[in-house]
């Protein structure tokens, strides 16, 4: 164990300093106080030093022991992680609930993964190979769906001397060893803050899906791409990254609460527990780890939890999955640097944010990414891939953009979805306001998606693009001089952007058919809209008036499709087209 220790010399909050900590190092943990609160050193000035504290320092007393731990703020990965909520600092929150209430008491310490649990293990790896970090030694299987590889840690390499056999073992357990006499088991730490190596960034060119209709046709995102949630207060952030979680086509899910009210976060771990999978019909959390804050955690734990959960996502990153980070809100995040920092009476930047903001936040999304990963690359065999996506929430105040933590994270992030309060409060949800909005990913996606989407995809997009715009265009000419101004044919392109509002870009999270899209039903969906406005203006070229047009239950009709479940979805569409055609057709013929 660790010798240096030091006393406290001074308590501010979630900052302490210690005297006598001569040796220590920036990033290390400390244990602080009688009670052993876990800290980390910020800043080094001479013997003392200045150590963040994850825990609640109030009732401590100057003089009390800090105790350099040798190490940074590392966490523990390894089989039985996923289906866990930890805090920011890796305690299993329902362990500690268990023995200590919902007020978990400071101090507590617990295991991180179960430490008795057996797993069946299946080696990989022989007796006599040469393996390096990432090389597969054997698996698991974590959950019913998926295996969980155990990998030789980065950075260790050797021949392997012993490796157990078929059988079922605990993390702790030794299962190989190396001709150095390294002893490997199915465990291994990580420092929160390195971001876990990989041999090269690959090209974008998959997208990320996430079943939100304006998400995965207006602005989507690649696997392995970032985007941010910026949005005022209840515009819908959390339940955008709720549906993102439930949806997305990625094989694990990491959600970060890191949340400012109390019953938000007893609200996600009330939640997500109930959720069903879509893909399996067993439990989401089977694929899923949640990393909270409590409302009783300081600050600095709000900073450890976003690097602990995007370490997590590395993890399995590494072994070749896709998985998506949610981080809700990186606000709360920024928020805590602050606080830190003006702590530490550091010169500070715009709005009282430290100046290094931008580097740390950029830091942050740039651990996002699609990968080759680590690990020996065989005959015959291209190695293996895995990604991270991250979706960071932001709560600017009053709903400003313009303020620092969504500015620096717009500066770094691929994909903006702006939440607009007005938008919210006429129940346009989700409140993604189109103008705004916008994806730097769309060139690198445009061929996957005329691959692999419903037909169309790319040219009905852009069709519905330029409605939006021009609907915006209009919108201003009728607030200037109201809408007897326009023409009919502008009045319909007011309509149809109307339906293209109303029908495709709202999608209710709370309706069973509605709150997941997927890829067929948004392209045909669209596809059905911008047949129908091509429809109506090609009857109005024909002499047809606007008013028997919309009048027409036809248009209710195709308003009603987005209502229809995706099972089965194109073939009942394609009637309705059919119909709408017809009753176009007729009142063409009517006119005429
Ligand atoms: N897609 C949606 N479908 C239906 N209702 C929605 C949708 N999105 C948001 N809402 C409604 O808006 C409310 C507020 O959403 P949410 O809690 O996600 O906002 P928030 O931006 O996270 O708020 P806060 O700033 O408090 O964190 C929800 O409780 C819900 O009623
Ligand atoms: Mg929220």
Redesign the pocket.
């Known amino acids: 164990m660790a010798d240096i220790a030091g006393k406290l010399v001074r308590i501010s909050g979630p900052m302490i300093a210690a005297d006598g900590m001569l040796g220590v190092a920036m990033g290390e943990m400390v244990k602080v106080g009688k009670l052993g609160l876990m800290g980390e050193v910020i800043r080094i000035d001479g013997e003392t030093a200045y150590a963040q504290v994850y825990e609640d320092t109030s009732g401590m007393f100057l003089g009390e022991p800090v105790v350099a731990q040798g190490a940074p703020l590392s966490i523990e990965l390894g089989p039985g992680l996923l289906g866990q909520t930890y805090d920011g600092i890796q305690r299993p929150l329902i362990d500690l609930q268990k023995t200590s209430g919902d007020f978990i008491d400071r101090g507590l310490s617990a295991d991180p993964l179960d430490y008795t649990k057996k797993w069946a293990f299946t080696p990989k790896a022989a007796v006599g190979q040469e393996v390096t970090g990432g090389d597969y030694l054997g698996s698991v299987p974590e959950t019913e769906y998926l295996d969980h590889n155990i990998m030789v840690p980065p950075g260790v390499s050797g021949k392997i001397k012993t490796i157990v056999g078929t059988g079922e073992y605990t993390v702790q357990e030794t299962i190989a060893t190396l001709e150095d006499g390294t002893e490997l088991t199915m465990t291994h730490k990580w420092p929160v803050k390195l971001p876990r190596p990989f041999k090269k960034k690959l090209p974008m060119n998959q997208p990320f899906i996430t079943g939100q209709r304006v998400l995965d046709m207006l602005f989507p995102i690649a696997l392995g791409g970032s985007a941010i949630v910026p ?10 990254e709720q ?1 993102i979680s439930k949806f997305c086509n990625a094989d694990i899910i990491v959600y970060v609460g890191c ?1 400012e ?1 109390g019953n ?1 976060m007893a609200d996600v771990l009330d939640e997500f527990p109930k959720l069903r999978d879509p893909k399996t019909g067993g439990p989401l959390m089977n694929r899923m780890i949640l990393v909270v804050n409590t409302s009783n955690m300081p600050v600095a734990a709000r900073e450890a939890s976003v690097y602990t959960g995007i370490t997590l996502g590395e993890y399995y990153r590494d072994q070749g999955y896709s998985v998506a980070m949610m981080a ?2 990186t606000s709360r995040w920024a928020e805590a640097l602050r606080e830190i920092s003006s702590r530490l009476e550091e010169m500070p930047g715009e709005e009282g944010y430290p100046t290094y903001l931008s580097t740390r936040t950029a830091e942050f999304y740039e651990r996002a990414g699609r990968v080759d990963c680590i690990g020996t690359i065989t005959k015959g065999d291209e190695g293996r891939r895995g990604s991270l996506t991250l979706v960071g ?1 932001v ?1 600017p105040p009053g709903g400003d953009f313009s303020e620092p933590v969504t500015q620096n994270s717009m500066r770094v992030a691929g994909g903006f979805w702006a ?1 607009d309060a007005k938008l ?1 409060y006429s129940r346009h ?3 993604i306001n189109w103008n705004m909005s916008y994806s730097l990913y769309l060139n690198d996606l445009d061929s996957w998606f005329r691959e692999n989407a419903p037909a169309g995809w790319m040219e009905n997009r852009q069709k519905a693009v330029d409605l939006l715009q021009r609907d915006t265009e209009l919108q201003e000419i009728v607030q200037l001089v109201g809408p007897d101004a326009l023409q009919e044919h502008e009045r319909l392109v007011l309509e149809m952007a109307r339906m293209v509002k109303e029908t495709f870009l709202q ?4 309706s069973d058919d509605d709150a997941y899209s997927s890829l067929d039903k948004t392209g045909h969906l669209i596809e059905a809209l911008m047949l129908f406005y091509a429809e109506c203006e090609s009857a109005l070229s024909a002499g047809v008036t606007l008013e028997s047009i919309l009048s027409h239950p036809i248009r209710e009709e195709v308003s009603r499709l987005r209502e229809l479940n995706p099972e089965g979805f194109v073939e009942k569409k394609e009637k309705v087209v059919q119909e709408m055609k017809a009753a176009l057709q007729g009142l063409v013929e009517k006119a005429a």
């Not at 949005?231 to 955008?240: A, L």
């Not at 999608?507 to 709370?510: D, I, L, P, V």
């Open positions: 949005g005022g207060f209840g515009t819908g952030k959390t339940v955008v549906q949340g009210r938000e809700d809100s929430a709560s939440l919210a949800y989700p409140a999608q209710n999270a709370f």
